[in-house]
């Protein structure tokens, strides 16, 4: 997760990318007090997420014809790059799935996103106009850390510091990987996603909290 804007390889954004965003919404903002709004400045009239008027992501609607049919319900977490074309084709490359090719997103960027070898679905961002999130770090209901659970840490590791070109040792808020336990058919970004709720504790939300989980992410619905 990313705390400094424009961070470049360090999560910086995330899309809830469901069959049902008038259900997810209510559901969310029950649970965390997420806000859920038309931004009018956008492009496409997106429906934007912020917590105390900071924005954190946005809710997006599989059924959408920029996704490919049949496309799962899931959260795309999207990575800061420097070269969007470059970084995709290291991806595929190490065994990365394309699902939406690079396209650009109005002004603000460009989007890509793929499965990575491991099978979990993420996204790729490199900024124009729109850096992504910036928040600082603790606040209640903001995310505090992105886990990959898998079958294979340190090959999934190793995966992104290729993609990246960056050293996932670094001493940054880059993504943390674990082994899954107990070993199951889905990989996920995150199957154990931690939302602060205070400086002392933190709210878990796995793959089946609070929506069923589906093969690629979590709160697939």
């Known amino acids: 997760m990313t705390t400094r804007l424009?961070?470049?390889?360090?999560?910086?954004?995330?899309?809830?990318?469901?069959?049902?965003?008038?259900?997810?919404?209510?559901?969310?903002?029950?649970?965390?007090?997420?806000?859920?709004?038309?931004?009018?400045?956008?492009?496409?009239?997106?429906?934007?997420?912020s917590v105390e008027g900071q924005l954190i992501g946005g809710l997006s609607d599989v059924a959408n014809p920029v996704y490919p049919p049949g496309t799962p319900a899931h959260i795309a977490y999207y990575l800061a790059v420097d070269d969007i074309d470059r970084r995709v084709e290291a991806a595929t490359t190490l065994g990365a799935h394309l699902v939406v090719p690079p396209f650009d997103a109005g002004d603000q960027g460009r989007i890509a996103t793929l499965i990575d070898p491991e099978g979990a679905a993420f996204s790729l961002w490199q900024r124009r106009d729109f850096p992504g999130w910036s928040f600082p770090p603790r606040l209640a209901g903001f995310p505090h850390r992105m886990l990959l659970a898998c079958d294979r840490p340190d090959e999934a590791?190793?995966?992104?510091?290729?993609?990246?070109?960056?050293?996932?040792?670094?001493?940054?808020?880059?993504?943390?990987?674990?082994?899954?336990?107990?070993?199951?058919?889905?990989?996920?970004?995150?199957?154990?996603?931690?939302?602060?709720?205070s400086a002392a504790h933190t709210t878990t939300a796995g793959p089946r909290s609070p929506v069923a989980a589906g093969t690629a992410a979590p709160w697939c619905g």
């Open 157 to 197: 590791r190793h995966f992104y510091e290729k993609t990246t070109g960056v050293p996932c040792s670094a001493p940054t808020s880059s993504p943390r990987w674990v082994p899954a336990h107990p070993p199951h058919s889905g990989n996920w970004w995150s199957p154990s996603m931690i939302w602060t709720r």
């Open 6 to 49: 424009g961070s470049l390889n360090e999560f910086c954004w995330m899309d809830l990318k469901t069959r049902d965003p008038a259900g997810t919404a209510a559901l969310l903002s029950t649970t965390f007090g997420w806000r859920f709004a038309v931004d009018e400045e956008d492009w496409r009239k997106a429906v934007k997420i």
